[in-house]
């Protein structure tokens, strides 16, 4: 099946994010409106707590609005890991996997073989540089080595779109740079947008796009047609 001519893979239309109800509800983020396009490098700027950990997650998926409406237009359908795949801030390895096994465990939840997912995980890990620490358990790895494997899991998937939550965040600078190094061939190689959100102004300069995000607000981002998208958006009200 051919795949939808659009190159907008993603997009937010006035899409916001509330936890909690009455006095305790939490507003997230406020009606964010933005879209992702085939090759965008885009930096979400802003400090801790300032929403853009969670309107990553409403990009890939992994929430849905509160109100509004977040889409995926290129896909044509929700997007799924395949579609989207998420570096995580913390690198989210499983303890008792090895990084070879890490790295392939989404292939074989979506259904690819052992042995093909193996395989491409191998490939993933030899393109970010950490291949022979395949038989490691994460538990033996330094902080950025996990950072890396946690690239390489996306990688082996091949999404249209990578989104990185903070991922130098834990890192010192120079294994930080790394990183981002990693993100930027991985995002080349695949042909991938890639949407990274980070506090630290020397990760935005490396993207070519930044967004800056302030107390849930989007103050800049690239303003989609006024229309929505059309195909089936996460909208407000639809269950988790």
Not at 197 to 215: A, I, N, S, Y
Request: a negative charge; one cysteine or more.
């Amino acid at each position: 099946m051919n795949a939808p001519s659009t190159d907008i893979l993603i997009h937010c239309h006035d899409a916001a994010r509330t936890y909690g109800e009455g006095e305790n509800a939490v507003v997230a983020v406020h009606g964010a409106t933005c879209r992702v396009r085939a090759g965008d490098r885009i930096a979400i700027m802003g400090p801790s707590g300032s929403g853009k950990s969670t309107l990553l997650h409403l990009m890939a998926g992994l929430e849905r609005p509160t109100s509004g409406e977040v889409g995926w237009p290129g896909f044509g359908r929700p997007a799924t890991a395949r579609d989207v795949g998420v570096v995580f801030q913390s690198p989210s390895l499983i303890p008792a996997l090895d990084v070879a096994e890490n790295a392939a465990l989404p292939l074989v939840l979506a259904g690819t073989g052992e042995a093909e997912a193996r395989r491409r995980a191998l490939s993933a890990l030899d393109a970010v540089g950490v291949a022979d620490l395949a038989d490691k358990l994460p538990e033996e790895l330094s902080g950025g080595q996990a950072q890396r494997v946690a690239v390489a899991r996306v990688l082996a998937l091949g999404p249209r779109v990578i989104l990185a939550d903070e991922p130098t965040g834990q890192l010192d600078r120079a294994t930080g740079r790394h990183v981002v190094d990693v993100l930027l061939d991985t995002a080349r190689e695949l042909g991938a947008a890639l949407v990274v959100t980070t506090h630290d102004p020397t990760v935005g300069e490396r993207l070519t796009e930044r967004w800056p995000m302030h107390e849930g607000r989007l103050a800049a981002a690239s303003v989609p047609d006024p229309a929505p998208p059309a195909h089936t958006p996460a909208r407000q009200g639809d269950k988790q």
